[in-house]
T-cell receptor, first 115, second 113 residues
């Protein structure tokens, strides 16, 4: 299994508070991703990173920011959490192979509840 | 744009039944195709993949063949077990999608003894 951990695994917070989720990898993979998973929507990409300090938006980036200061860590921040951000958040990594040859590996997920 | 459409669930089968979960895709270029499996309370795990047309991916008794002519990558297993109960996701990584993946909405499978 790919070495990916997420912390915390579970979090309950209140509307309007800031929240930071952490993804840590030990595979030295170039790409890291944040997804959210909601019933009926499958996986939706929030942000991704293609290197240290290099990030880009995904399909549902509003209300989220990310940072990557080290290869192994990718942080997802909800600046002011809302109830619509209650979800399960997954981090994924990939080596960044070109030409469609890449494979993503997933972390165990963080269940976030915003009251 | 690139996308994946997979069969709606939930699917309920008896143990030892034959499984097919349909997946079709839309992509420019030559994508790689994947099946991921998610067990309750866990993250997605790569089940199998195929990187070019006519390739067959296989793992743990599951198989899927990359059919370019029908733009499909259907998942099959000859005899399912209770332990196969999970959610299955079809996905693609395009040759020109900048290392982004596109996932289907998932198909929930329950196998009853």
């Amino acid at each position: 299994d790919a070495g990916i951990t997420q912390s915390p695994r579970h979090k309950v917070t209140e509307t309007g508070t800031p929240v930071t989720l952490r993804c840590h990898q030990t595979e030295n993979h170039r790409y890291m991703y944040w997804y959210r998973q909601d019933p009926g929507h499958g996986l939706r990409l929030i942000h991704y990173s293609y290197g240290v300090k290099d990030t880009d938006k995904g399909e549902v980036s509003d209300g989220y920011s990310v940072s990557r200061s080290k290869t192994e860590d990718f942080l997802l921040t909800l600046e002011s959490a809302t109830s619509s951000q209650t979800s399960v958040y997954f981090c994924a990594i990939s080596p960044g192979l070109a030409g469609g040859a890449d494979t993503q590996y997933f972390g165990p997920g963080t269940r976030l509840t915003v009251l | 744009g690139d996308s994946v459409t997979q069969m709606e669930g939930p699917v309920t089968l008896s143990e030892e039944a034959f499984l097919t979960i349909n997946c079709t895709y839309t992509a420019t270029g030559y994508p790689s195709l994947f099946w991921y499996v998610q067990y309750p309370g866990e993250g997605l795990q790569l089940l199998l993949k195929a990187t070019k047309a006519d390739d067959k991916g296989s793992n743990k008794g599951f198989e899927a063949t990359y059919r370019k002519e029908t733009t499909s990558f259907h998942l099959e297993k000859g005899s399912v077990q209770v332990s196969d109960s999970a959610v299955y996701f079809c996905a693609l990584s395009g040759s020109n999608t900048g290392n982004q993946f596109y996932f289907g909405t998932g198909t929930s499978l329950t196998v009853i003894p």
